[in-house]
């Protein structure tokens, strides 16, 4: 019996890791950035215990209102899994051995060399009323249930089994089944401007949208996303009247806008080095290390990332990068002179041709009341010179790193626009 | 009207960019680590979107059985949000001046300097029939309302926002509504060993654990967290049984541990080093500056951390470090030797007591079939001399380089024992 007000994706994780904050719920935010690239909508993503109660109680509600409901964890090797027994009494199954699964199982342990355990075999028991889903991946299948309406998908919690499954069956099983309206959709990233003066400067814009058509601001240290979404009757609409949106956006703010989507800020910095054919280096005091290694996160930053001195101390400062010690004394380590100093100083040992440099007092100490904790020198060195910038932001001090290494970046980019 | 039979926590987290995998949802893992600290029990962790139907339904549904249902997400300054009307008809509330917060507001503006905007002054905007939680880092004030028996408190999405309030307001006024049995918890952090030669190296001792205990493996690269609860009837009985089960594995792994619960390996360096009195620097070629991104990521580090030297491209290797460019031709720039000079090298020119190296091919390129991607070499040098040791991760550039920065921090801590 077909319900047909029944509608979207639930995700349901079972696992007390996840309500005792030990893990990041990453494997759901997976799977619904994989379904939503299909435009398949999740409605919610539901954490739960991996408890008989918990479980069932968590099929019936989804059961209620989801067409999808798609349920990771629970049915690894190890002692501590109820799921597949709740599964029996919510579908009422029975447990039975599946040969084909066994002669699988055996045949995946023998191909890598490993013994076959007790507890391994036990992944071969499976209800007798469901469609068994191959792991390609892994020992524990998926399986596929349907009741009153609604598919269900059981799945391993393990990241690349759980992936596999979705990439190899879930998802061109499904993605006919819960297709939303056709919607565009697009995130705009931008660097420089805080959230409500932003917000200000495209407040013309934002008021002339039409209703199908929805704005978000994602705001983080350093950056705002700005997420639009169109919904429209059909496809190319929602496409070209969300390319419209962008192209009015790009001009009121054209040099705030550094990527789109999952576009990172060090990659975009990356592309616009190698095009330029420039090397980088960076001078890295309050940042400790982390502009180098965000601009080393990227594959093939080797061809412009030449190196970087965290200069903590400042003995560092004056006999690594050959600042003048008396400079540090006479205007302190967090200075203008010291930052630009910075900036030359590893530009010429590196022999880059741009550098960056940050100084200031993350906290949560340090401060004084001319530079109060969060007091930030960023400076850029070039061809042209080198200038710097003071910020101040907050008091916490892994949010003032993150704060002083995002602008950083941004300030390369402005750098070389 | 109190209703007996409900009990916990329900988070609730809305916001479309979770739906659709944008963000992960690290508010609701720190929320629910927070809480589980203070014996506090979540039932469920729910993301839903932004709209007046999910909102409405997720609290209808917590309501059912929850104790306290705490909620973040859109209480923003921006006009994206929909849950201070949502919330009004499900608590049948009006929206009020508050002429305190707006007040609040505006001093918290005019101490930062910056200007009021429209949209900042309708946070002072707030139902009728609440209470009013002080928000002491941000502008959007928390709400707290009881119906049918169950408590709700609506918090903004920003982080350090919602964490204020939930330290300063929510935890010490609920920690007495939810209590879960006496139970004892706590995590050992292991370094230094594989999750599957770990379970075979303590299996006698895991055999032995009683049935109210339980034990849990977390791995991540280069470590293995492992998680012991006990319940009991009594707390001091679950404590003293707890602190028992600890002695006796720390009785077979000693050198493995290096520390417990929220503990980080770089602080423990971090710990060791200033116990010691001794100072140390970092060159890094693979790790591209993470290892001393970790290290200053301590407050306080400035004590024993001196510097870092990021040597990516072989001529900082010969020209900073002063590494005979010949070895590095012969050996290339993964092999002992380079390691090895690499960490005399840094030591030497940052005058530090200890010194950590690493080079190595994280990938997804640059790999030979004598050393394929993954092979990442690590040494450490001190007053005793130096010692390199090799390592074979795996193909995925993230995690192997936080796999050799994880192993790298393991290293030092050895090296202090």
């Known amino acids: 019996m077909e319900k047909s007000d029944k509608k979207g994706i639930d995700i349901i994780s079972i696992g007390d890791e996840l309500l005792i904050g030990q893990v990041l719920n990453t494997n759901a935010s997976w799977m619904a950035e994989a379904l939503n690239k299909k435009a398949l909508s999740v409605n919610r993503i539901i954490a739960i215990s991996d408890t008989w109660q918990a479980i069932t109680d968590a099929l019936h509600d989804s059961m209620a209102t989801a067409k ?8 690894g090797p190890t002692k501590d899994d109820l799921t597949k027994d709740t599964i ?31 507890s391994n075999k036990k992944q071969a028991m499976l209800p007798d009323n469901c469609e068994i889903v191959k792991n390609s991946q892994g020992t524990a299948p998926g399986m596929h249930f349907e009741k009153q309406g609604t598919h269900f998908v059981f799945m391993p919690g393990v990241p690349f089994e759980m992936k596999s499954i979705m990439t190899e069956w879930v998802i061109p099983y499904f993605s006919n089944l819960c297709k939303v309206k056709p919607s565009a959709q697009r995130t705009v990233l931008t660097s420089g401007m805080g959230e409500s003066f932003l917000a200000d400067k495209i407040a013309d814009w934002e008021n002339a949208l039409p209703d199908n058509t929805s704005l978000a601001y994602l705001p983080s240290p350093g950056r705002v996303r700005l997420r639009i979404t169109v919904k429209s009757e059909y496809q190319s609409q929602a496409d070209s009247q ?14 705030l806008i550094y990527g789109y989507d999952d576009d990172l800020l060090e990659k975009t910095v990356g592309n616009m080095l190698k095009d330029a054919g420039k090397t980088i280096s960076t001078a890295e005091s309050c940042t400790g290390g982390m502009i180098a290694e965000k601009l080393t996160s990227i594959a093939g930053s080797s061809s412009y990332f030449k190196g970087s001195v965290v200069a903590y101390a400042n003995e560092i400062k004056s006999n690594i990068l050959g600042i003048d010690s008396n400079i540090i004394e006479e205007k302190g380590a967090v200075s203008y002179e010291v930052a630009c100093a910075m900036a030359t100083g590893v530009r010429k040992i590196m022999n880059t041709d741009i550098a960056v440099a940050t100084t200031g007092i993350a906290g949560p100490t340090g401060g004084t009341v001319d530079k109060p904790v969060g007091t930030i020198w960023i400076a850029v060195a070039d061809e042209n010179g080198v200038s710097a910038k003071k910020y101040q932001f907050g008091n916490q001090r892994q949010r003032n790193i993150n704060w002083s290494v995002q602008t950083a970046l941004n300030s390369i980019r402005k750098a070389l626009l």
């Open 68 to 75: 999808l409901v798609l349920v990771t964890g629970g049915l």
């Open 88 to 118: 029996c009494d919510f579908f009422g199954s029975k447990l039975v051995l599946n040969q084909e699964v066994l002669d699988y199982v055996k045949d995946f342990f023998a191909k890598r060399g490993r013994e076959l355990t007790e």
């Open 242 to 255: 969300l390319q419209k949106h962008i192209d009015d956006l790009q001009k009121i703010i054209p040099s």
